[in-house]
């Protein structure tokens, strides 16, 4: 708990201008020196997304939904095409590469409202961006994993220099995937989903282990001998295991969105009825004043 509130803290801080993403260190009033636009100063960025307006809940809720739907579709399908062909990761990038380029533009999406922009989801964030526009690094992999796949590039004739370069494609996907889930941090942190946020954090360390392995396995035959099945080996075992995580915080974080909307709805319901009750309060007051 203690953690969260130090993140929040942070975040309520404005490090950028909101309307050009300039970066503020230290300024807090005046106008931004880039565009000139006034820097808000009574703006709270520290609510939590349960007290934003109810299109943005809606819209992640609904994002949330068809994202879970499709990877829980598409994981099975992919664990699955391992062992299909020669190379068992080729058919992987050939299931998972559509689906995360999905999923990376329907978690990032942009809009005006400050406190969204204070947690990321503006239109110049440069996470939100890097995730956006880096999962198209999946195309590579999936292009070059149909050729493999397909019998016209078989894997045994690449060479050193073509491995090699395939090494650093497949650690830009993994990267484009860790920025996927940063930005699902945010919107965890956001919705103050502490079980979220640590599940986030496993995942996160599950990709620096693989991307560790496809490091060592890309230049551990260059520096020294090394067993080629081992990594291999173990890289599909924590990705095994990093799947069923994300499964379960797909359904968590969906399902968390949702009663985020409905306890929006509680909210503005009890609030309407306290306003209806202060203002019949205030009517009777002023007609008995009225009488005496």
């Not at 939590?48 to 994202?67: D, K, Q, V, W, Y």
């Not at 922009?117 to 996470?127: V, Y």
């Not at 961006?129 to 070059?144: D, E, M, N, V």
Request: glycine fraction near 8%; hydrophobic fraction near 50%.
């Amino acid at each position: 708990m203690m953690r969260m509130q130090q993140k929040s803290s942070i975040r309520d801080q404005m490090k950028n201008c909101l309307e050009c993403g300039y970066p503020l260190p230290g300024k807090r009033t005046g106008r931004c020196p880039e565009c000139g636009k006034p820097i808000p100063v009574d703006i709270d960025l520290s609510l939590p997304l349960e007290r934003s307006p109810r299109r943005i809940i809606f819209s992640f809720a609904t994002r949330m939904t068809a994202i879970g739907i499709l990877i829980l579709l598409v994981i099975p399908i992919a664990m699955a095409s391992f062992g299909r062909y020669p190379d068992g990761s080729s058919a992987f990038a050939l299931v998972i590469s559509v689906p995360l380029i999905v999923s990376s533009f329907l978690i990032t999406p942009r809009w005006q409202d400050p406190v969204a922009i204070s947690n990321g989801f503006g239109s110049r964030d440069t996470i939100r961006l890097a995730t956006r526009w880096g999962s198209f690094s999946w195309l590579i992999l999936a292009s070059g994993s149909s050729l493999i796949a397909s019998g016209l590039l078989p894997g045994t004739i690449i060479g050193p220099v073509l491995e090699f370069l395939w090494g650093l494609v497949c650690l830009l996907c993994l990267f484009q995937v860790f920025l996927l889930f940063a930005c699902l941090d945010r919107l965890g942190h956001w919705m103050r989903d502490e079980t979220a946020c640590s599940m986030i954090r496993f995942i996160h360390l599950s990709l620096i282990v693989i991307g560790i392995g496809v490091l060592v396995g890309i230049i551990g035959p260059i520096l020294f001998p090394i067993s080629p099945g081992f990594f291999p080996i173990y890289s599909v075992i924590v990705f095994v295991v990093m799947m069923l995580v994300v499964v379960v915080l797909l359904i968590l974080m969906t399902k968390t969105v949702w009663f985020t909307l409905l306890h929006r709805a509680e909210n503005s319901a009890s609030d309407r009825r306290l306003r209806d009750r202060f203002d019949e309060t205030r009517s009777f007051v002023d007609e008995s004043n009225t009488r005496l």
